[in-house]
């Protein structure tokens, strides 16, 4: 069975410009999570789907980051546009509904986003 | 508000030797404890968990950790670490009422000496 999937790995772009993160979930997987981990910080929680709904965006630093998941499935999450202080590495995790309110999240490699 | 303190950015030890991580957490009630290992280009992999029930769990890659709620830790050990051992740990809290998202600590990166 494929784990989380992320792409791409490593994206380098400019200031301004807008960079586009995709994440692929593990099949079945209703829950969907987004999270940032900038240089030297902890990683930190974005945002949450369930299936297509988002159910905490608590965690989105401003509007500039737009994410979606269509159909429930596979997730993209936006930067438009982009700034220095976006540069990090984006992880998405997936997890099944919980059972008797547990469950655990698996994740993807990662999408290192460089902004320069 | 959760949170998650690992008190050591970096650790060094030698291969054959025990190996233990620390993690404090702050949280309301009794959350959901997580570890992960990120070694380097792989992403972040989940070595063990606590839910409920006995206090000792045990992990993938021969590691364990023990929760102890009257000191708000769940540190994380090793008998005989391995050179592959090497990477970056962090521990997690998550909490049903919180939509099970986590709050990472900082992270512990260990280092291996031959």
């Known amino acids: 069975e494929a784990g989380v999937t992320q792409f791409p790995s490593h994206s380098v772009i400019e200031k301004g410009q807008t960079v586009t993160l995709r994440c692929d979930p593990i099949?079945?997987?209703?829950?969907l999570y987004w999270y940032r981990r900038v240089m030297g910080k902890e990683i930190k929680f974005l945002l949450h789907f369930v299936k297509e709904s988002k159910q905490d965006e608590s965690g989105m630093p401003n509007n500039r980051f737009l994410a979606e998941r269509t159909g429930g499935t596979y997730s993209t999450l936006k930067v438009q546009p982009a700034e220095l202080e976006d540069s990090g590495v984006y992880f998405c995790?997936?997890?099944?509904?919980?059972?008797?309110?547990?469950?655990?999240?698996?994740f993807g490699q990662g999408t290192r986003l460089t902004v320069v | 508000a959760q949170s998650v303190t690992q008190p050591d950015i970096h650790i060094t030890v030698s291969e054959g030797a025990s190996l233990e991580l620390r993690c404090n957490y702050s949280y309301g009630a009794t959350p959901y404890l997580f570890w992960y290992v990120q070694s380097p280009g792989q992403g972040l992999q989940l070595l063990l968990k606590y839910f409920s029930g006995d206090t000792l769990v045990q992990g993938i890659k021969g590691f364990e950790a023990e929760f102890k709620r009257s000191q708000s830790s769940f540190n994380l050990r090793k008998p005989s670490v391995h050179w592959s051992d090497a990477a970056e740990y962090f521990c997690a809290v998550g909490a049903y009422a919180a939509g099970n998202k986590l709050t990472f600590g900082g992270g512990t990166r260990v280092l291996v000496k031959p």
């Open positions: 099949s079945g997987h209703d829950n």
């Open positions: 995790a997936s997890s099944q509904a919980p059972q008797g309110g547990r469950t655990e999240a698996f």
